[in-house]
């Protein structure tokens, strides 16, 4: 499969295991996140933020290949059974395609505006897991195991903990996707970072006694730059896009309108038990 990005440029999963990420784009649990904004309503505040979860779970998964790639490159220091074989590295692959399967319309703020609405990650759990799903066929005609450690790595757990940061870590594939194609979406540079670089400067740190495993570390001679400003386009993206007022008051409103139906169900609740409670004193 070879696709066009604007973030990207030329994006490719051709073969071993990147076929995976064919199979499962083909589904329509993957499919549905076309017509699933990624930044719900930022749109009002910038008209170029139309861009889909689709389009970011495609980037994810790309980041992740290029990660495989440089984490392969680097494994020579690491024992044996910490590397990244071609099954760990098809399960990343699916990990990071699926972390966003579980949103529902608006994104983040479906979850927030509706009291008692389960996260997404747990939307994810449940689609990856349920038998009639065509993500679980997928997964399962690979391998029986597969999606529950694909959701293992949703949720940020691995037998090999460097891996499980790369799909939910401060420094993961989701936040390396999302960064740049928020920016480019909305029209701002805030969010532009030199990715090829911050992946390159990536290494493995000396291990501590004691320690779950390897731990991923930056080159501080030529990493620190990268990180800087990976860090900080996260700062500038939250300030600037991701709480700007026009969005944040347009999530208000959101809101009030969908708890106006709960505080209706309440309201009737505390009038029929009153009613209970008049007819019972009598």
């Known amino acids: 499969m070879i696709l066009r990005d604007p973030v990207h440029g030329l994006v490719a999963f051709e073969g071993g295991e990147e076929s995976i990420v064919e ?22 505040a910038f008209p ?17 290949k290029l990660l495989l790639a440089r984490l392969r490159a680097i494994g020579g220091v690491l024992p044996q059974a910490q590397r990244v074989t071609p099954e760990r590295g098809r399960e990343a692959l699916a990990a990071a395609l699926l972390h966003d399967a579980g949103h529902g319309p608006l994104s983040h703020l479906f979850e927030n505006a509706i009291p008692g609405t389960p996260a997404h990650e747990t939307w994810t759990e449940r689609i990856v897991l349920d038998p ?11 391998d029986p195991t597969l999606p529950v450690r694909v959701v293992d790595l949703v949720h940020g757990r691995h037998e090999v903990p460097f891996l499980a940061k790369a799909v939910s870590g401060e420094l993961d594939v989701d936040r390396c996707d999302y960064l740049l194609r928020d920016a480019h979406a909305t029209g701002v540079r805030y969010g532009v970072y030199d990715l090829d670089w911050l992946l390159r400067s990536l290494c493995f740190a000396p291990q501590a006694d004691g320690a779950p495993g390897p731990v991923l570390a930056i080159d501080g001679a ?23 007022k026009a969005t944040r008051a347009a999530e208000w ?30």
């Open 253 to 282: 409103m959101i809101r009030a309108i969908l708890a106006r139906p709960s505080r209706r169900r309440r309201l009737a609740r505390a009038r029929s038990d009153a009613a209970r409670n008049l007819r019972c004193g009598g």
């Open 48 to 64: 170029g933020a139309e861009h889909s979860r689709f389009a970011h779970a495609v980037g994810a998964a790309f980041v992740m």
């Open 23 to 44: 199979q499962l784009v083909d589904t329509e649990e993957v499919q549905r996140l076309r017509r699933v904004r990624q930044l719900g309503v930022a749109s009002l």
């Open 132 to 142: 009639g799903t065509g993500v679980n066929r997928v997964l399962v005609a690979i």
């Open 222 to 244: 030529k990493g620190l730059p990268a990180i800087e400003a990976f860090i900080t386009a996260r700062l500038f993206m939250f300030q600037q896009v991701y709480q700007h």
